[in-house]
């Protein structure tokens, strides 16, 4: 069976629950740094939900780039402590 017929949707409560984020985080997400959802239906007041697989997805990706930033930070800080002793 294909991947989207067997993803588990869930609400926005349950997204900020598992990503322990405020509701407007959570919109600020979606909006600024592309969380992705599902939308279930159109027009102003139009549902949206969010696959599991998704957040998993975006939170890990979030995670290994936050790694990879404090290991540069890391090398940098390393870089100064070598040069400043002169």
Do not use: Y
Not at 15 to 32: E, F, G
């Amino acid at each position: 069976m294909h991947d989207d017929l067997n993803a588990i949707l869930i609400d926005a409560k349950t997204a900020c629950r598992l990503l322990s984020v405020s509701r407007r985080t959570l919109h600020t997400l979606v909006k600024r740094d592309g969380l992705p959802t599902v939308k279930l239906s159109s027009g102003s007041r139009g549902g949206v939900r969010f696959r599991l697989i998704d957040l998993e997805r975006w939170a890990a990706q979030r995670v290994r780039r936050g790694a990879r930033q404090q290991a540069v930070a890391a090398e940098q800080v390393e870089g100064q402590d070598d040069g400043g002793g002169r």
